[in-house]
């Protein structure tokens, strides 16, 4: 029978992809730097393939090292996944969840969320992670989340997609400007150049707001930007421009002690609030489940 790689081996070659040298992967596996090194020179035997090119300054991959430890990553989530299959068989929902949100949503569907989960499961065990859509959509595919709360669109291919409901966009705007909306009809293309605020590249509601705006050029958007929701209602309070803001999180905003009104455009403009997680996982029942708890908890957000 062909000698296989152990867990241990797959794990070590996981950390030193992680920290790209040798002793910090050592230290974060409890192991000395020569075991360490040993073992993975074993894995390599065991493969017949070259992993890492070894400098006394640095450690870089070869292509098949890669390939492999990608390969590793998703052995070791089947593994951590079949374990946690074995646990769960005598006590559902109990154990660990790894939750990724991105940043529009986490504060403001989690008080929520969050007793509806421990009401109804109250031996899981939630960690959560605030992340933008790529990296929790990254870490989601290497294993390091279970679930992610993301906002379509968003391209999140290879995992089962649980749409939850729609977050329609509210045009914001200074009481004190001369920009406010007639009859709640916004002609985005009439605004004034440089007006429209937005969140920072990599932010998806960005990309969500812009395609809600529909503007033939892009004269409108501003050269300044801002890295969260509450910085732009203070932007706009400043009336430094407009901007468009997520139904959920209005309430959370404190514009009643701001100068910032909004209103519902005629338009049905929103992104989806979704839950997703990888095609195939052994917990499908579980978050198929879990999926219907936070979508009773979260579908009607006050």
């Known amino acids: ?53 070894r400098t006394n300054r640095s450690v870089v991959f070869t292509l098949a090292g890669i390939n492999i430890e990608s390969q590793a990553r998703r052995c070791l989530t089947n593994i ?12 559902p ?42 990296r929790i959509y990254q870490q989601l595919i290497s294993g390091e989340l279970d679930l992610i709360l993301f906002a379509e669109p968003y391209d999140v291919p290879h995992t089962y997609i649980y749409p939850l409901f729609k977050d329609r966009f509210h045009f914001a705007y200074s009481e004190l400007s001369d920009k406010q909306p007639k009859k709640s009809k916004v002609d985005f293309d009439t605004l004034d150049s440089d007006s429209l ?57 404190g514009l009643n002690q701001t100068d910032v009104k909004t209103c519902k455009l005629q338009s049905d403009f929103s992104r989806t609030i979704s839950l997703a997680w990888r095609e195939g996982s052994s917990r499908q029942s579980e978050f198929s489940s879990i999926a219907k708890t ?4 979260v579908s009607k957000p006050a």
């Open 1 to 53: 029978m062909k000698k296989l790689p152990t867990v241990r081996q797959l794990q070590y070659l996981v950390a030193l992809r992680k920290h790209n040298h040798f002793g910090r992967a050592a230290e974060s596996c409890f192991v000395s730097q020569s075991a360490f090194s040993t073992a993975i020179k074993e894995l390599e035997t065991t493969l017949e393939a070259s992993l890492v090119d």
């Open 80 to 91: 951590e996944e079949l374990s946690a299959l074995g646990k769960s068989a005598g006590e």
């Open 93 to 134: 929902f109990s154990g660990a969840l790894r939750l990724g949100l991105i940043p529009t949503i986490a504060p403001y569907l989690l008080p929520a969320l969050l007793p509806a989960l421990k009401a109804s499961y109250p031996n899981l065990k939630l960690y959560l992670k605030e992340g933008q859509s790529q």
């Open 197 to 253: 605020l937005l969140l920072e590249d990599g932010h998806c509601l960005r990309e969500h707001a812009l395609a809600a705006c529909s503007l033939k050029d892009q004269v409108q958007i501003s050269q300044f930007s801002a890295n969260s929701l509450y910085t732009l209602v203070q932007m706009v309070n400043s009336d430094l421009g407009v901007t468009l803001l997520p139904e959920m999180a209005l309430q959370y905003l």
């Open 294 to 297: 936070i979508h009773t908890a």
